[in-house]
T-cell receptor, first 112, second 113 residues
Framework: DAKTTQPPSMDCAEGRAANLPCNHS???????VYWYRQIHSQGPQYIIH???NNETNEMASLIITEDRKSSTLILPHATLRDTAVYYC?????????????FGQGTELSVKP | EAQVTQNPRYLITVTGKKLTVTCSQN?????MSWYRQDPGLGLRQIYY???????DKGDVPEGYKVSRKEKRNFPLILESPSPNQTSLYFC????????????FGPGTRLTVT
């Protein structure tokens, strides 16, 4: 699975959009981009994933660049409850063990 | 409500005393997995199971056992716990191995003294 690079921390004002970047320049054609978050030692929570096209669900939007070497997770109206560590994970469609490799992530602080 | 449950949530035990951490999912998922999370090391996979009676080692299986006799349950067994197994443990499940979301349990914080 390709390596990802994320900024260690970001701040966002409550009610504003939070844009979290991720670099995955070595991604290959059969690898998806996943985003999970972990709120203070709780179980990681799935947010969204995509292969090539931009994706949107009730939680967030995922924008993947045309060359697939980077992506951005967008939380459209951040709330205090969105304060968490956000993990960008690149994973092949089928990998040994089905595991997710969590890097260091981005610690997002949403401030009033 | 679709969920993964773990018990106990917190456990303090002594070296060598066998323990089992239970994991159960109510989504009829084929795939289940155990991770441990340690500061600075992220989440590391311990064992996984592709389906009933099919289990295999992850990256850090030493000192752990698992079983998958029923689809919904995937217990983690520590036959002789040691202090280096003090950690935060998570169980996860998904419909099957592939491009699907994984659901994680709330975690079990284990301290071995």
């Amino acid at each position: 699975d390709a390596k990802t690079t994320q900024p260690p921390s970001m701040d966002c004002a409550e009610g504003r959009a939070a844009n979290l970047p991720c670099n995955h320049s070595t991604i290959s054609g059969n690898e998806y981009v996943y985003w999970y978050r972990q709120i203070h030692s709780q179980g990681p929570q799935y947010i969204i994933h995509g292969l090539k096209n931009n994706e949107t669900n009730e939680m967030a939007s995922l924008i993947i660049t045309e060359d697939r070497k980077s992506s951005t997770l967008i939380l459209p109206h951040a709330t205090l409850r969105d304060t968490a560590v956000y993990y960008c994970i690149v994973r092949a469609i089928y990998n040994q063990g089905g595991k997710l490799i969590f890097g260091q992530g981005t610690e997002l602080s949403v401030k009033p | 409500e679709a969920q993964v449950t773990q018990n106990p949530r917190y456990l303090i035990t002594v070296t060598g005393k066998k323990l089992t951490v239970t994991c159960s999912q109510n989504m009829n998922h084929e795939y289940m997995s155990w991770y441990r999370q340690d500061p600075g090391l992220g989440l590391r996979q311990i064992y996984y199971s592709m389906n009933v009676e099919v289990t295999d080692k992850g990256d850090v299986p030493e000192g752990y056992k698992v079983s998958r006799k029923e689809k919904r349950n995937f217990p983690l067994i520590l036959e002789s716990p040691s202090p280096n197994q003090t950690s935060l443990y998570f169980c996860a499940s998904s419909i099957r191995n592939g491009p699907y979301e994984q659901y994680f349990g709330p975690g079990t914080r284990l301290t071995v003294t």
